[in-house]
């Protein structure tokens, strides 16, 4: 079994900063991609930025130069750094990983219960 958990939401002032961590756990051989993704209320979840094994990251173009996102491989744990947050950034955000179980042939998306980011004007 595999498990996602993110922590590290809550509530900030507009211009500040939080930083989100996922941890991926369980009876894993490898990760591969590691996302994060946001639903703000009432709309859909967007794809937020991607990380590679390798450490090659992509970013939606509205949030280039605000988050950063980054990995740790040895603790299979993925982490976005949030800085000049904005009210339009209160969402509920998810990590999402491309995990290769031990006990299968081929990797699956597996997905954390989100953690919530409210951001105050």
């Known amino acids: 079994q595999v498990q996602l958990v993110e922590s590290g939401g809550g509530l900030v002032q507009a211009g500040g900063s939080l930083r989100l961590s996922c941890v991926a756990s369980?009876?894993?051989?490898?990760?591969?991609?590691m996302r994060w993704y946001r639903q703000p209320p009432g709309k859909q979840r967007e794809l937020v930025a991607t990380?590679?094994?390798?450490?090659?990251?992509n970013y939606a173009d509205s949030l280039k130069g605000r988050f950063t996102i980054s990995r740790d491989n040895a603790k299979n744990t993925v982490y976005l750094q949030m800085n000049s947050l904005k009210p339009e950034d209160t969402s509920v955000y998810y990590c999402?990983?491309?995990?290769?179980?031990?006990?299968?042939?081929?990797?699956?998306?597996?997905w954390g219960q989100g953690t919530q980011v409210t951001v105050s004007s």
């Open positions: 999402c990983a491309a995990i290769l179980r031990r006990d299968e042939w081929w990797s699956n998306d597996y």
């Open positions: 990380i590679t094994r390798g450490g090659a990251t």
């Open positions: 369980g009876s894993i051989l490898s990760v591969g991609d």
